[in-house]
């Protein structure tokens, strides 16, 4: 094998660990979410203080992103990447002692944060160097495939499993899940100093448009977590949806959100502003129409559907863009552009908050 472009069948091989791991790091995030009330009456605390800990993980992943991309950038990928997915698999297995507490947990729970900064900054310019540059858009939509399924297989999953075994198993699984892809990067990533990687500059460095592509980042998801914070209220109290139907709702989402990652990952090398200017407009379309039609349950299914199918997309279009335009090494630009998403989220939860007495839950949809 030759250091630098390794045979087909290791870079595939590459690539679906890191698939895997995109896959593992978004359901350790977003676990506790369905698992709440198990892991409050476990651990003697509130169900608040379980949130803190989904909450806590990701202002930990906004905080150090860019410091991380800086500290990290001469050090050897398959190093960094295998050190990565060892503390996710080592905090996972923490997590799951029998004697854990909830400063132990919240410990391993900032412990994993930390990698996962680390690990999309790293992830990208990884995986598509291992291609040659013409392929870069579609190599960040598989990647882009993995961390969906976290939504639609990964928390799920892991709450029927903790409502079977209890809350601590599917942390031992994502352990070993974590473990099976450092053993894979460990044994066919090549050791090569990063900035020998085509992935390490951007293919048209362009700080305008560079900045233009974070902004869009930042306020489309502004935009819908002004509102989507709130969905489950608005499919409750204008829509009329019994709180079974709402999780049903919620997985056509999450279920929408992969079909958008799948069907627009392998457009985004021959459609660059197409695939970032589509779902940026069909997401404004379904929060307006969510505005106006939300009294109907069809329509709402149908708006949230749409919503779900244009949201993935916009993020991991960004990103692609992010590693075309990036002005200096990508892995920098890769950490601001996930920042600007993660502050999004904040600061989306926090003007719903503020607003929601104000213009009702169905105004959320119009301000966002």
Do not use: C
Not at 77 to 97: D, P
Request: hydrophobic share 55%.
């Amino acid at each position: 094998m030759d250091g630098v472009h390794p045979a087909a069948w290791r870079r595939a091989a590459v690539v679906a660990a890191l698939m895997l791991a995109a896959f593992t790091f978004n359901t350790a995030e977003n676990l506790p979410v369905g698992l709440l009330a198990s892991m409050a009456a476990d651990l003697g605390v509130s169900l608040g203080a379980v949130g803190a800990l989904v909450t806590g993980y990701g202002l930990t992943v906004a905080v150090v992103s860019l410091p991380f991309a800086r500290l990290t950038r001469s050090v050897p990928r398959r190093h960094l990447l295998a050190g990565l997915l060892g503390l996710l698999a080592l905090a996972s297995w923490a997590s799951a002692l029998r004697e854990v507490s909830y400063g132990l947990l919240m410990a391993a729970r900032v412990v994993t944060a930390f990698a996962q900064a680390a690990f999309w900054v790293a992830m990208g310019p990884v995986a598509v160097g291992l291609f040659p540059p013409e392929r870069r858009g579609r190599v960040m939509g598989l990647l882009s495939v993995g961390g969906s399924l976290a939504t639609v297989l990964g928390v799920p999953g892991g709450t029927w499993l903790g409502g079977h075994g209890g809350w601590r198993a599917p942390f031992w699984v994502l352990g070993a899940l974590a473990l099976v892809s450092l053993l894979v990067v460990a044994a066919l990533l090549p050791t090569s100093h990063p900035r020998e990687s085509h992935a390490a500059y951007g293919v048209a460095p362009d700080r305008r448009r560079f900045l233009v592509v974070v902004s869009v980042t930042a306020l489309s998801v502004t935009g819908v977590f002004t509102a989507f914070t709130y969905v489950a209220a608005l499919l409750k109290d204008v829509g009329g949806f019994g709180a079974g139907a709402v999780s049903g709702v919620l997985f056509a989402f999450g279920a929408a959100a992969l079909a958008g990652v799948a069907v627009t990952g392998p457009l985004l090398d021959r459609f660059p502003r197409a695939t970032l200017a589509v779902p940026v407009a069909t997401q404004a379309i379904a929060l307006l129409g969510l505005y106006a039609g939300a009294g109907s349950q069809v329509a709402s299914v149908a708006l949230l559907t749409l919503l779900g199918a244009s949201v993935a997309p916009v993020f991991m279009a960004t990103q692609s863009q992010v590693l075309r335009v990036a002005p200096g090494r990508t892995e920098t630009a890769l950490a601001t552009n996930s920042v600007a998403f993660n502050v999004g989220v904040a600061l989306g939860a926090l003007v719903g908050g503020g607003l929601l007495h104000g213009v009702g839950v169905r105004g959320l949809f119009l301000v966002g």
